[in-house]
């Protein structure tokens, strides 16, 4: 039997769960499907599910502010309580260490100004008498162990750091995107798991439907490309992969779960670190231990991956963000075999996602989330609604741009700052802090 929807979302992912609940709370019959049995099993479910706003560009902190606003009010934004259990925010704040490198984050300092994001400059002493258990003596800019120079210092000391206290982390990725899933449904938004899209239809140079499983045909003058590390497949799909300006790739990264440092003091904060100066970030997590991993230096490079055939276990460059943090962390204890996760980003070529429309009339990209996207994904649901909808009234936003309200945070911003054809932003930091 053929059924109608008026917008398929291919992937239900925190992206493509989030749309399909902001078009679906805006009257849309909706339909997300997966290939796999629930949502938020893919590159979702290993997310390291910081919130933090310290990014280069007005646009790319502002989503994230709006993001975190979302996160702070989780029950609210999804207005039901969910059976299963509720993901929860913990708000740790976010220590980011200053470092010639990163323009001693004077960019990122005035973007918050400009939007309003609370932030506090630390002072070396400071972050001393905070931490007790670091080491403040400059080590960068980053390199790997085999280096001569490794574990020596190159300046008597780090250059101090901003704190942003609003920042923090979801601790269940996958719970917070069935959350969503659940906002969805009851907005009136449905869900098909344990499908594979195969095929997208088209008729007179529109999106007309897709095929599933190979042989199944669903209707729908609409569909969003959500599909994650897969999403240049779906392209393919629709004949789009290679109209954009801007182009994804499919990168590895991975992470591991170490024991805490031993505290100085009870109150010793847990804080979210982005350490610059030795190119690694830390995040708290469960039973007294912390997430790691590489905030990606240009000596470990990068290592492409096939999103349908690729090596989940955790290499030896895992090791080095590692060795790195023990230089911070002195007390570190580093074990012989590592546990940890290894996933996909879907990474674009100034790591700035693309939300936007395609070549195809119908066919819609939420693509190129580049590692930093899952804070963001709350206010995306509702920017690709609204862009979805504009276009499909006939608005022109290749030459128009939508402008999209961020109403929580009071700023409107251009969606041309997504778009597929847009110039490489040169202000980006190229890196998952993007
Ligand atoms: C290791 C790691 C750490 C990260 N850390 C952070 C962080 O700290 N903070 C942050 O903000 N962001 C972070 N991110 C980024 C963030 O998690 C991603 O941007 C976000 O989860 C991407 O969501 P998505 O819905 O687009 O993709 P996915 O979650 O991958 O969802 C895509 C879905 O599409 C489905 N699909 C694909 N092809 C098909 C098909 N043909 N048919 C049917 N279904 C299909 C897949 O099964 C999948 O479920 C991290 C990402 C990773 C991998």
């Known amino acids: 039997m053929t059924k109608t929807y008026e917008a398929v979302i291919i992937g239900a992912g925190i992206i493509g769960s989030a749309i399909g609940c902001g078009l679906a709370r805006r009257g849309w019959r909706t339909l997300n499907i997966d290939r796999h049995s629930t949502s938020g099993q893919g590159s979702t479910s290993s997310s390291v599910a910081i919130v933090r706003t310290h990014y280069s560009t007005v646009e790319g902190s502002a989503l994230a502010w709006e993001g975190t606003q979302c996160w702070e009010n989780w029950l609210d934004h999804i207005g039901t309580e969910d059976p299963v259990g509720m993901a929860e925010f913990r708000q740790t704040g976010v220590l980011s260490l200053k470092t010639e490198e990163n323009g001693h984050l004077e960019k990122q300092i005035s ?219 002195p007390t570190l204890g580093i074990p012989n075999s590592p546990s940890g996760i290894v996933d996909l980003w879907d990474v674009s070529d100034d790591w700035i996602p693309i939300y936007d429309r395609s070549d195809l009339p119908g066919f819609y990209l939420a693509v190129g989330t580049s590692g930093n996207q899952f804070k963001t994904a709350p206010a995306v649901g509702e920017l690709m609604a609204e862009l979805v909808i504009a276009c499909e009234a006939g608005q022109d936003h290749e030459r128009d741009p939508l402008q999209f309200h961020l109403s929580r945070i009071g700023r409107t911003i251009s969606l041309g700052f997504f778009s597929r054809n847009r110039a490489v932003n040169s202000t980006s930091s190229f890196s998952v802090l993007a």
């Open 111 to 329: 973007v918050s100004d400009e939007l309003g994001i609370p932030y506090e400059e630390w002072s070396v002493q400071r972050i001393a008498d905070k931490l007790p258990g670091w080491e403040t003596k400059k080590f960068g800019p980053p390199i790997l162990s085999a280096h001569d120079r490794f574990g020596q210092h190159t300046g008597p000391s780090i250059e101090g750091a901003v704190l942003f206290p609003r920042g923090g982390y979801c601790n269940d990725p996958r719970l917070a995107t069935h959350n969503l899933q659940v906002a969805t449904e009851a907005a009136g938004g449905t869900f098909r798991f344990n499908t594979d899209v195969t095929s997208v239809q088209t008729n007179q140079g529109r999106v007309s439907g897709l095929i599933v499983n190979g042989t199944e045909s669903i209707d729908c003058p609409v569909i969003i490309n959500a599909a994650g590390p897969h999403s240049t497949r779906i392209s393919e799909l629709a004949g789009v992969a290679d109209k954009s300006r801007i182009t994804t790739r499919v990168i590895r990264h991975e992470y591991v779960r170490l024991p805490r440092p031993e505290r100085s003091s009870p109150d010793e904060p847990d804080f979210i670190t982005f350490d610059n100066d030795i190119g690694s970030y830390t995040r708290p997590d469960l039973g007294n231990t912390i997430l790691t991993g590489s905030e990606g230096t240009e000596a470990e490079g990068e290592t492409p991956a096939d999103p349908d055939d690729f090596d989940r276990n955790l290499s030896n460059q895992v090791l080095e963000p590692i060795y790195r943090l023990a230089q911070r962390m």
